[in-house]
């Protein structure tokens, strides 16, 4: 079968760093991407990996380990705007179905 | 500015009724998605088009259905026998057929039932 899994919930403190976890099962995999959703918006690109190793972008970076089936997205700088959920989706090889995550709900505090 | 646009942002479907959300895409995209979110809940395919004149179930097509007439349009209708139907509904769209482009997703509908 074909799963996703990441943390339901996670809080931070403004200014802090942030790890978002997610650990996938496919059959085959084609590309992990991350995603940011404020409450009642579209989902919104924000990185992609297909290669072991880490992607950094500005105050966001992306993990990805294929032999664990693990990735992680790190948030540092926490700023408010930051609280939304963060997707997780892997495209299994020979698709283009997109599979997500159920999604991780953050909370950044003042 | 390209982009993907959906309406109504707001629907209301009577019981018994079929209704059509509209997706219109000006990014020249050969896949396009549909998707049905629920509150605290992740993306659950509904169907999929890789090109025109061809689309695929995806997890939860019952009660669902679409056309792919044209390249920027896919509309889908939520049929009389969708019984739960109150959902936040997106369409997306991506580059490749393959995968490994990023999905580009409208602002979606709330579908709520009268």
């Known amino acids: 079968g074909q799963n996703i899994d990441q943390p339901t919930e996670m809080t931070a403190t403004e200014g802090a760093i942030v790890q978002i976890n997610c650990t996938y099962q496919t059959s085959g995999f084609n590309g992990l991407f991350w995603y940011q959703q404020h409450a009642g918006e579209a989902p919104t690109f924000l990185s992609y990996n297909v290669l072991d190793g880490l992607e950094e972008k500005g105050r966001f970076s992306s993990f990805l380990s294929r032999s664990k089936g693990y990735s992680y997205l790190l948030l540092k700088e926490l700023q408010m705007k930051d609280s939304a959920s963060y997707l997780c989706?892997?495209?299994?090889?020979?698709?283009?179905?997109?599979?997500f995550g159920t999604g991780t709900r953050l909370k950044v505090l003042a | 500015d390209g982009g993907i646009t959906q309406s109504p942002k707001y629907l209301f479907r009577k019981e018994g009724q079929n209704v059509t959300l509209s997706c219109e895409q000006n990014?020249?995209?050969?896949?396009m998605y549909w998707y049905r979110q629920d509150p605290g809940q992740g993306l659950r395919l509904i169907y999929y088009s890789q090109i025109v004149n061809d689309f695929q179930k995806g997890d939860i097509a019952e009660g669902y259905s679409v056309s792919r007439e044209k390249k920027e349009s896919f509309p889908l209708t939520v049929t009389s026998a969708q019984k739960n139907p109150t959902a936040f509904y997106l369409c997306?769209?991506?580059?490749?057929?393959?995968?490994?482009?990023?999905?580009?997703f409208g602002d979606g509908t709330r579908l709520s039932i009268l």
């Open positions: 997306a769209s991506s580059e490749a057929r393959g995968g490994k482009q990023p999905q580009h």
């Open positions: 989706a892997v495209i299994p090889s020979g698709t283009y179905k997109y599979i």
């Open positions: 990014l020249n995209h050969d896949a």
